[in-house]
């Protein structure tokens, strides 16, 4: 299995911390985010990585990973940004965003799903957001889910009948790989479905995040299985986010 990681954003939210430097390249406790995913990936066999940078793309200089630069990463978003290595996706692969940090075990969890697309899913995410006051809940990319599948993904929902939320770690098959281009350029290029104005949570396909991608696949009938985990990860959106992160590092927790 292969990974992608999405590391092209400008991460606004981060300043001043990302003035000079990509937020996955911050580094704590003598490590950058990046080489922390990396390291919880390969702890599960993972090998052959895909980064997708944009924002001050010279300062990425891990060898041996496959770049794919988004040298459009102020005026496009997430799926952009993922599409662009698409000819790394043929045999399957992992995807994941380059502000998380989870365990190893996360990861392992994700491969175990026998299915063609899974999503990891936080059942106690509220937890999380209790004094998290610079990232409120209506940002989380929160899932509702049926016998084990997705069947609602989607920024700024209300949060009452959520399932949990989606961490921004996701496993496509290699059916699965074969579904997300086929649908993807069904919407870009075909003129009878072309996306042309809103998509989702997003102005236009150009500005869509992932999730937007995956509701249009539940939308369409592909079945959406969820990885349901506790805990065991957290997001770097903002500065308040990355203090976090640097206590549950010291704690051990990741």
């Not at 940004?81 to 994700?110: H, N, P």
């Not at 699965?176 to 350029?185: K, P, S, T, V």
């Amino acid at each position: 299995m292969k990974s992608i990681i999405l590391a092209a954003g400008p991460s606004s939210r981060l300043r001043p911390l990302t003035l000079e430097t990509p937020k996955t390249l911050l580094e704590i406790e003598g490590k950058t985010i990046l080489e922390r995913i990396m390291d919880a990936q390969r702890a599960c066999g993972i090998e052959e990585f895909a980064i997708v940078r944009g924002y001050k793309k010279e300062q990425f200089t891990i060898p041996n990973v496959t770049y794919f630069d988004n040298d459009k990463c102020w005026d496009t978003n997430i799926l952009s940004s993922l599409m662009l290595a698409e000819d790394f996706m043929d045999d399957g692969f992992i995807v994941s965003y380059c502000d998380i940090l989870y365990t190893s075990d996360v990861v392992q969890k994700l491969l175990d799903s026998p299915h063609d697309i899974s999503i990891v899913v936080d059942t106690a995410w509220r937890e999380r957001y209790e004094g998290r006051t610079d990232h409120p809940t209506d940002e989380a990319e929160l899932a509702v889910v049926e016998n084990g599948l997705i069947t609602h993904l989607s920024k700024f929902f209300n949060p009452d009948p959520a399932h949990g939320e989606s961490i921004g770690l996701k496993k496509f098959t290699k059916k699965g790989a074969e579904i997300l281009r086929r649908n993807y350029h069904r919407m870009r290029e075909n003129k009878w479905t072309k996306y042309t104005g809103r998509f989702h949570d997003a102005t236009n396909m150009d500005f869509a995040y992932l999730t937007d991608m995956i509701l249009e696949l539940i939308l369409r009938g592909y079945p959406i299985h969820s990885v349901d985990i506790q805990n065991q990860w957290v997001e770097m959106d903002t500065v308040q986010d990355f203090e976090y992160a640097k206590e549950m590092i010291k704690k051990g927790l990741l």
